[in-house]
C-alpha cells in the first residue's frame, strides 16, 4: 500500500496548480491533503471521506477543491488563486485497515 504525490512546483501569485497523489495497493477510505511551511507543523488542507464529503481548512475555503476518482486510486488538489503563504510541502494521506498511510511530499512554491 502505497502513496505517490506529485505536481508541485513553482508558480506565480494568483496562479493555479493541481497535485496529483496516486494510490497503489488497496483502497482507502479517507485520504487527505496535508502541508508544512518551513518553521511550522503540518497542517490539514483538506480531507476527502470515502462517501466524497469533503472538509477544507478556512485558509483555503473557495479556491481548493480537493477530489477523487470513482475507483480512487487517485486523489487531486487543485488549488486556484494562490498566495505565498500557500508555500509548503505537500502530503497526500490516506487511511487504510486501521492504519495512516503517507506519501513523499511535493513542494509547492508560490513566489514571484
Known amino acids: 500500500v502505497q502513496l505517490q504525490a506529485f505536481g508541485g512546483g513553482l508558480v506565480q501569485p494568483g496562479g493555479f496548480l493541481r497535485l496529483s497523489c496516486a494510490a497503489s495497493?488497496?483502497?482507502?477510505?479517507?485520504m487527505a491533503w496535508y502541508r508544512q511551511a518551513p518553521g511550522e507543523q503540518r497542517e490539514l488542507v483538506a480531507v476527502?471521506?470515502?462517501?466524497?464529503?469533503?472538509h477544507y481548512a478556512d485558509s483555503v475555503k473557495g479556491r481548493f477543491t480537493i477530489s477523487r476518482d470513482s475507483a480512487k486510486t487517485m486523489m487531486y488538489l487543485q488549488m486556484n488563486s494562490l498566495k505565498p503563504g500557500d508555500t509548503a510541502i505537500y502530503y497526500c494521506?490516506?487511511?487504510?485497515?486501521?492504519?495512516?498511510?503517507w506519501g513523499q511530499g511535493t513542494l509547492v512554491t508560490v513566489s514571484s
Open positions: 494521506w490516506g487511511f487504510y485497515s486501521g492504519y495512516d498511510y
Open positions: 495497493g488497496s483502497p482507502f477510505s479517507s
Open positions: 476527502i471521506s470515502g462517501g466524497g464529503s469533503t
